[in-house]
């Protein structure tokens, strides 16, 4: 069973930059697509980003161009480098193992505010 824990969110002002790390445990890390998701209070759970076993990254509209989805295979971890955020990035990160789709980590909480 994998285990995934999300680690370097924090309280940032607009405009400014956070990278968060999941490291990921039990899983065939480097065959997985991986995928960041958020959770603000009171919404449901989107997709942020996707990177397949190959690289290949999607993002959601609205961090396009803002975010970076990475992965190092050896670490068996996956970042999301987050520039530029905004007030509407507030929410708890989690990451996920398409491998193992109902799998969540604690997850780490980032709130852009001044």
């Known amino acids: 069973q994998v285990q995934l824990v999300e680690s370097g969110g924090g309280l940032v002002q607009p405009g400014g930059s956070l990278r968060l790390s999941c490291a990921a445990s039990?899983?065939?890390?480097?065959?997985?697509?991986m995928g960041w998701y958020r959770q603000a209070p009171g919404k449901q759970r989107l997709m942020v980003a996707t990177?397949?076993?190959?690289?290949?990254?999607n993002y959601a509209d609205s961090v396009e161009g803002r975010f970076t989805i990475s992965r190092d295979n050896a670490k068996i971890t996956v970042y999301l480098q987050m520039n530029s955020l905004k007030p509407e990035d507030t929410a708890v990160y989690y990451c996920?193992?398409?491998?193992?789709?109902?799998?969540w980590g604690q997850g780490t909480q980032v709130t852009v505010s001044s």
């Open positions: 996920r193992d398409f491998l193992y789709p109902d799998t």
């Open positions: 039990g899983s065939i890390f480097s065959i997985t697509t």
């Open positions: 990177i397949s076993s190959n690289g290949a990254t």
